[in-house]
Nanobody, 119 residues
Framework: QVQLVESGGGLVQAGGSLSLSCAASGSIGSRNNMGWYRQTPGNERELVATISSGGDTNYADSVKGRFTITRDIGKNTVNLQMNDLEPEDTAVYYC?????????????WGQGTQVTVSS
C-alpha cells in the first residue's frame, strides 16, 4: 500500500517563502502524476500544481510565477517551492499521487500539512 508522507509547511509572513516535500513509500509505477492540492474550511479541495513522471507541469493560475513543483523520480518525492506567499495561500496542503498499473488506476493522498500566511 502506497503512503504519502508530507513535510514542511508552517507559518510565514506575506511575501515569504516555504517549501513542502512529499515522499511516496511503495511503488507508484513508471507512469504517474504527483502533485499538491489545498483546502480551506468550507471549500472544496483545489489543485495547486502537478507534475507527471515525464516532467510535464500544471499550475493553478493563482500560483503561476510564484510556486514551483519539482520531483525526484528515483526517490519518489515531489516538492513544492512557494515564494511570494499571500494570505490567500493559507490552507491545508495535501500531497497526491495517481498512477496506473496495466488497466487499473490508483490514487493516494497525504495527511495534509498546514500553511499559514500572515498579513
Amino acid at each position: 500500500q502506497v503512503q504519502l508522507v508530507e513535510s514542511g509547511g508552517g507559518l510565514v509572513q506575506a511575501g515569504g517563502s516555504l517549501s513542502l516535500s512529499c515522499a511516496a513509500s511503495g511503488s507508484i509505477g513508471s507512469r504517474n502524476n504527483m502533485g499538491w492540492y489545498r483546502q480551506t474550511p468550507g471549500n472544496e479541495r483545489e489543485l495547486v500544481a502537478t507534475i507527471s513522471s515525464g516532467g510535464d507541469t500544471n499550475y493553478a493560475d493563482s500560483v503561476k510565477g510564484r510556486f514551483t513543483i519539482t520531483r525526484d523520480i528515483g526517490k519518489n518525492t515531489v516538492n513544492l517551492q512557494m515564494n511570494d506567499l499571500e494570505p490567500e495561500d493559507t490552507a491545508v496542503y495535501y500531497c497526491n499521487a495517481r498512477w496506473r498499473i496495466f488497466v487499473s488506476s490508483y490514487e493516494a493522498w497525504g495527511q495534509g500539512t498546514q500553511v499559514t500566511v500572515s498579513s
